[in-house]
Every structure is written in C-alpha cells, then in structure tokens.
C-alpha cells in the first residue's frame, strides 16, 4: 500500500457522504444479512477460521501473543456479526481492525475490492 498513488474516485468511496439516515440504515440490515449468511466473508475476501489466521499471522511475526490476538479476532468477530460499521457505514474489516480499529476494508487499504483477502469466519 505505501507508495501507492491513490488516484481514482473509487479509492476514496467510503468518504462520500451519506443521502439520509433510511439508506445507511438498510444498507446495514442488507450488510448484517449477507455476513450472517455467509458467516461475515463478503464476496473477494478469502474466507479464514481465527485459529488458521492465528497460525499463519504467529508463522509470520515471530514473538505475537497468540492468546491475545485470538481473543481481539474473536471480540471483533462477534462485533462484526452484531452489525459493527466503520464510521463510513461499511461493515468492519475484522482482520484489518484487529491492528488499526474498528474499520472496514476499503478505509483501512484505500482499496474498493478485496482481492481475495483474508477474513475471519464463523466456525459453524
């Protein structure tokens, strides 16, 4: 991401402003619906368990508090299902939020799609 020239419109989509209240309110119910059908993986994410995120993210960076990490993906996994939005309205980023807050993918990259990127799903 550093170095990269953020130059088209779609970049900068989730700071666009909101029509009225009604349309941020079903875009949340229609986003609440898709993540529990789906477990919280949206279409261009790459759907991932918290354990096997852990063990690739632990592989990674050596010397991580892996009971601390599970428990943030887990709280933030439970966040994401209750409906937790970015402060654009967008759903959160459940990975991306676990080192930056409580925001969602295209804030948290300055990308409009995920390109199969991970992200934490349920474990049914």
Not at 6 to 12: A, W
Not at 59 to 75: F, H, M
């Amino acid at each position: 991401m550093l170095g990269q020239a953020l130059t088209k419109p779609e970049h900068f989509a989730c700071l666009a402003p909101r029509n009225s209240a009604a349309t941020s309110r079903m875009k949340s119910l229609e986003s609440k619906a898709l993540l529990r059908s789906r477990g919280t993986a949206l279409p261009g994410f790459a759907p991932i368990s918290i354990s096997e995120y852990v063990r690739l993210h632990a592989a990674a960076n050596p010397g991580t508090d892996l009971n601390e990490l599970s428990a943030i993906l887990q709280r933030l996994l439970e966040a994401k299902l209750a409906g937790a939005l970015c402060q654009c309205g967008e759903p959160i980023w459940a990975i991306g939020s676990a080192q930056v807050g409580l925001s969602c993918f295209t804030c948290i990259t300055g990308e409009t799609v995920p390109d199969h990127d991970y992200e934490i799903v349920a474990v049914m």
